[in-house]
C-alpha cells in the first residue's frame, strides 16, 4: 500500500526556513468591505488572530460578522520572516493559515469572536482540519492582549464539555501570545468574495455546537 508522507512535526526555530527581510505586497482596500487591508487602525479598535484550517473560508466568516472593521488572511505561529504560501505548506516554517481580524469592540465583543470561532470548525484534530492535513491546519488562537488570553482561556474550558458531550476528544486548539503576523499572498486575499470567486468554495461552516458566551469576566 502506497502511503503519502505528510510532514506533521512543527520545526524549532533553529530547523525552520530562513525566510527573507521583504514582506508580501497586498492590496490597499478589502475587496468585501472596502476598508484597509493593513493599519494603523482606527482608534479603540483591536486586533484578533485565529486559525481553524484553510484560511478563504475562515475569513469569509469574520468579514460577514458586524462590528468587524477588516479581515485578511495570512501566516502566524512560526519562526520564518515573510514565509510564502508554498514554504507554510512545506512544514517547514512552524507557521498555519491564520485570520486576522480587526474590529470595533463598541460593537462587537472578543467572546462574540470566539464564538464564531469555535462554532465553524472542529477544534479536536490536532494537525489536520477535515481533509487538509498538515501543521498549517492547526487550530489556534493568537492573542494580542493578556484580557484576551484570559478569555480564549476561559472559553476554551467552557466549550470542552460541549465537545466531550458529543464525543469529539479534546480540544487541541493551541492559545498563544500573537508574536507576528505575516501577510498572505495578495491572491489569498478574500478570496471567497464574490468579485473573485463567486463560487469558490472552502468547507467552513456550522459544526452543531454552540458555545456558551459570557464565559469570562476581564478586568478592564
Not at 200 to 219: I, M, R
Request: net charge negative; aromatic share 12%; with cysteine.
Amino acid at each position: 500500500m502506497f502511503l503519502r508522507y505528510k510532514k506533521l512535526d512543527l520545526p524549532t526555530a533553529d530547523t525552520a526556513l530562513p525566510g527573507r527581510l521583504i514582506s508580501m505586497p497586498v492590496a490597499d482596500r478589502h475587496e468585501v468591505l472596502g476598508t484597509p487591508l493593513e493599519g494603523p487602525w482606527p482608534a479603540g479598535y483591536e486586533v484578533a488572530v485565529f486559525g481553524m484550517g484553510c484560511f478563504w473560508g475562515v475569513e469569509r466568516i469574520f468579514w460577514r460578522l458586524p462590528g468587524v472593521h477588516s479581515t485578511s488572511a495570512g501566516y502566524a505561529g512560526g519562526f520564518t520572516a515573510n514565509p510564502t504560501y508554498e514554504e507554510v505548506c512545506s512544514g517547514s516554517t512552524g507557521h498555519n493559515e491564520v485570520v486576522q481580524v480587526v474590529y470595533d469592540p463598541s460593537r462587537i465583543g472578543y467572546e462574540q469572536l470566539l464564538k464564531a470561532f469555535w462554532e465553524n470548525h472542529d477544534p479536536t484534530q490536532g494537525m489536520r482540519q477535515g481533509n487538509d492535513v498538515g501543521t498549517q491546519y492547526r487550530s489556534a488562537i493568537y492573542t494580542t492582549t493578556e484580557a484576551q488570553a484570559e478569555t480564549a482561556r476561559a472559553s476554551l474550558a467552557a466549550f470542552q464539555p460541549v465537545v466531550s458531550k458529543a464525543r469529539l476528544g479534546e480540544i487541541t486548539t493551541e492559545i498563544k501570545p500573537l508574536t507576528r503576523y505575516y501577510y498572505a499572498e495578495d491572491y489569498h486575499q478574500q478570496y471567497l468574495a464574490p468579485t473573485k470567486n463567486p463560487n469558490g468554495y472552502c468547507n467552513h461552516g456550522p459544526n452543531g455546537l454552540t458555545c456558551p458566551t459570557g464565559v469570562a469576566k476581564v478586568a478592564e
